[in-house]
């Protein structure tokens, strides 16, 4: 059995107010098989690079546990590429340069050795890919979680519905939850999500946490306050990463866990930040990994006697 | 042994997207003192208002254990008056009008009967006027509480330094802590902030929760997750009564009992944007704010083994 994530692996030029790089290994498949690896191997990465991806950060991650079968390689071409800028507040940024280049002819073909598929990370791609890979999958997935984001709300809605109804969890930012459900609160955006498919939606609001609802329960998990945000890049990934990575490990899909899955991939994003693209994943040990977690825990716990 | 509370009381115009209101009681000590008193009793008010502030409103805040020995009254004079329009996003808003009036020659003397201050809540007033207020008081309070605003940074930094030197708790938004401190990080804010003076910050983040910062220990309060917010204003002023209403309650200065006063201030904000103005805080009952404790104890609390 196995977590399978699609999305995209790809290059990333990044500048932050703190610096500058101008080719970085990056992608959202990247940074959810770094950041899920730490929790669950196998992972069965669905993708597509080109010639010029490093077959260096291939062995790492299959060191790590990720496979390739379902990565089509297109040797005369050339891997996504994404270029951004930073704003102060890091919450912002602008883009500078989308080249699509293999991404356009993205048409993936699910390996056989992927229909063990037991969890299914469906990371930010058009949406009618993401149903694809769902329609390929002989047997549902115990857990169907889909990321996507507000292009694909104003350029594919009638798709985007179609993935909705097929999937367990819909992580987005606030913005997008706002704009997919046309509610201002977050509260009621939440609901008329869950109205169209996804019984459990996780809205990410970057350095102010992230929020759980189902039916009318919710939870919140903070960010850690850091004294430094590097680079943001790739952050929304690697809390996915650890989201489903937990769950991949426990096997757990119920509310509770979730609430325990969202603390993961909020300590991994923490780490996330802290150096330019997926460098800092690279270098975690376990034990940092539980030092973080337990600073979640001291972060939010208190004791009150009614 | 007594909290006492200096502010404005005063009259507010307000205008949200959900409704318009031309003339409401406000005031920050007003505010704080619907709050604290579900926790704790007596609490003297020192403000300053005019002939027209109406008696009814006294009345109702003397019924619960509010003293009015250090308001002065002018009896020929206006209140302080304050008029403000919501954005939809209601975290941002637009100033209408600013009347000082009476508040223009605020100069108050504490009466005898204030000098068992045990705890004293400093609402946002002038720094020189807060400054005055604490060295009229014989003996130090246990626990002095401070808000204040981005305008005195900007037109009387060297006052409000002052200040800041004596009292133990600071209150303010994140861009406030920012424009203090001069950083943007917010661990490091509350760093430089602490060598100002407050061993205690508190960053209110409106509706992304609050954080109190001591030594390197940091606490996180999400805001919870509200279907409709009617109308913001006086929230923060709520929160500030509803945390040294439990302090003064339990007399417990701990960072462990300050982030119960957190919890508890964030549950009166959370009441306090349900109706306009104080209207809501008018009609609550025990068992509803201690339901409402219970539902941040659940937002907040999971379970996690490493």
Partial sequence: MSLVVIGTMAFDALETPFGKVDRIIG?????????ASNFTQPIKQVSIIGGDFPQEELDALAARG???DGVDVIKDGKSFFWSGRYHMDMNTRDTLVT???VLAQFNPQLPDSYQDCEFLMLGNVVPAIQLDVIKQLKNRPKLVVMDTMNFWMETAMDDLKKVLAEVDVLMVNDSEARQLSEEYSLVKAAARIQAMGPKYIIIKKGEHGALLFHGSKAFFAPALPLEDVFDPTGAGDTFAGGFIGHIARTKDISFENMKRGIIVGSAMASFCVEKFGPNRLKELTMEEI???INEFVDLVQFDIQL
Same sequence: chains 1, 2.
Avoid: P
């Fill in 99 to 101: 080249d699509l280049n």
């Fill in 66 to 68: 990720v496979a390739f």
């Fill in 27 to 35: 992608g959202s498949a990247t940074y959810v098989a770094w950041s």
């Fill in 290 to 292: 539980n030092g973080r």
